[in-house]
């Protein structure tokens, strides 16, 4: 018989692997929901391991939701280079400066008035509640609809908001049965479901069933479903944008702009950058239009960089300029250590790393 209810045996038996196997994580058991938002935050689609030295620099720098909310934006910028999604760091300082001045500093335990923070959704505003501060509210993530679908097997796609409600339900059954069980409780079972996500009921490759707590009570075990289990549709695929990349040094400095504030990668710096892949002379003629005379001109390496709905595909060209030349209004030349301290998006690295611009 396929079973249709999230037990209390099998939630006891994941809470207790959880407590004994956890991972040791700077933002687990310190009691302070600002670790639990951020860490959340910072790890919508990346893994554990490319956010830690992150998120540990990132809350040395800016050790509340005080200082979050005063920090210059640039700083903000810099301190979440290399995670990409910067509208995150953008919502959690929006966020951050609400909090200070609605909820004295203190992020609310309530789903619903989180969900009215930016950057705040069903799954964050359900993982604070329920980790930071034991409440009753399931947070599906990625992880946690996998193991469900498997446990349940649940064959419909993952991706449709039906198919999370579904495991939402399973979720709130189980605290509708059991309305005694204790905040450490709810904390350890809700991040039970996710470090069993995250370390044995794997996404890619085969899930590591034989070490499994769960591994009795699993349906998608016991009929051989794990391949197909869970199924998720296919993605658009990615708009491939050609670009040309500029490196224009000037002397010992580099040429770089400001984004505009609204859209991708809003108000981070870059190299100079233009639509399409074009040859040298074109690129010489388009500086000439712009009145800048190339004293020199060499190709660096293409690249690519890839976004969830587009891919950058880019031609890059290393371009000399005389110190001296009076350059565009919204260009700037910076010297190395001013570019090294800088917000530049990630999807600049193959050029940023022709000249060791990061900082190590
Ligand atoms: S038994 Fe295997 S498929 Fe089932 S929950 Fe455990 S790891 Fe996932």
Known sequence: MTETMLTIEMANTLTDWYRKNKRDLPWRNTGNPYDVWLSEIMLQQTRVEAILPRFIAFRRALPDIAALAACPEDELMKLWEGMGYYSRARNLQKCAVLVRDRYQGTLPADPLELKKLPGIGDYTAGAVAAIAYGLPVPAVDGNVLRVMARLFSIREDIRQPETRSRVSSLIAGLYERHPDLSGSWISDFTQGLMELGALVCIPNGA????????????????????????????QKSRRVIPMTVLVIRAGDRFVIRRRPSDGLLAGLYEFINLDGHLAPDEVITELERQKIRVLHIRSLPSAKHIFTHREWDMTGYEIMIDPEQTIPENWQAVTEKELKSLPVPSAFDAYMNCYDLRES
Do not use: D, G, Y
């Not at 590591?208 to 794990?226: R, V």
């Open 207 to 234: 899930p590591l069933c034989t070490s499994c707590p769960l591994q009795l009570f699993c349906q998608a075990n016991k009929n051989h479903e794990t391949a197909v289990i869970p199924f998720r549709s296919k």
